[in-house]
């Protein structure tokens, strides 16, 4: 599987590498998706492409599933699972907080997960059952127990009413937190969860490439990634944490 991980970790910074070309290109086209909210721009689409292009060349019987052009089925039982451009939001207002992710999955589930931060150089990457690495460097995440001084990062998708049924949590937690970060980029969360800049982790809605390499990397630094069930109308939500942690911010949330 390392194997995997090192052709990941070459394509996120390769696609890294050319996002950055056209950050705070002020000429970049955009559009909107599901919502007036969710934008997509013609870096998402190009560094996708990018990136299936390098994984078909290197791979071509796997499977990839990517947040701008769909799944397409593979023979290998390997499946990738990509999110070119993690923080378009930010990228777009040239807000420095965006990230590569890149994941494998098989059919035990995910096996490498590479989140790659460009403005600041950062690669973290995990292999199933191996350590979580920063730069080639063991991570490993929060131990606290204690939610009042727990540092809680969240996050928010593009639907309105998932929106207003997470404010809800959120207005809950608050007061119950030391604080409460929203950087834009739940990929760049989870990867600094796993090296412990953030104590947890919450967010209702994620898409599987939102999750998949960073909750991967996260599990390689000891944390519970736990799945919990909807709250209002949102879709299924997830905590990351040490597991104490997890268990009191599942309670707050239930
Ligand atoms: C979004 C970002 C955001 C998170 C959303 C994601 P995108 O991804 O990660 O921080 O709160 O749920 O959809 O659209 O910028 O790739
Ligand atoms: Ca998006
Ligand atoms: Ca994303
Ligand atoms: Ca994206």
Same mark, same amino acid.
């Given at each position: 599987m390392s194997e995997l991980r090192l052709l990941a970790e070459g394509i996120a910074r390769e696609a890294g590498a050319l996002l950055r070309q056209s950050?705070?290109? *002020?000429?970049l086209r955009v559009s909107a998706k599901s @919502?007036? @909210?969710d934008l997509v721009s013609e870096a998402d689409h190009a560094a996708e492409h990018l990136i299936r292009t390098r994984l078909s060349e290197a791979r071509p019987d796997d499977g990839v599933l990517g947040e701008e052009g769909g799944d397409v089925e593979g023979t290998s039982g390997i499946r990738w699972v990509v999110d *070119? $451009?993690?923080?378009t939001v930010n990228f777009l207002f040239g807000v420095p907080q965006w990230a590569v992710s890149i994941a494998a999955e098989d059919a035990d589930g995910t096996v490498v997960g590479v989140v790659y931060d460009p403005e600041r150089d950062e690669l973290f990457s995990a292999v199933r059952g191996g350590p979580a690495t920063l730069d080639g460097r063991e991570i490993t995440g929060s131990t606290k127990?204690? $939610? *009042?001084t727990a540092l809680v990062g969240t996050g928010f998708g593009y639907d309105s009413e998932v929106r207003r049924s997470q404010a809800v949590v959120v207005a809950k937690l608050l007061p119950e937190v030391r604080d409460i970060r929203r950087f834009g980029a739940a990929a760049i969360d989870l990867a600094w969860t796993a090296a412990g800049r953030l104590d947890a982790y919450y967010e209702h809605g994620l898409n599987p490439w939102d999750l998949a390499a960073g909750g991967l990397i996260c599990e390689c630094a000891g944390l519970e990634v736990r799945h919990v069930p909807p709250v209002g109308v949102s879709n299924p939500g997830v905590i990351v944490g040490p597991p104490t942690l997890v268990d009191a911010l599942a309670g707050h949330l239930a």
């Open positions: 950050f705070r290109d *002020p000429d @919502t007036p @909210t *070119p $451009l993690d923080g127990q204690d $939610l *009042p």
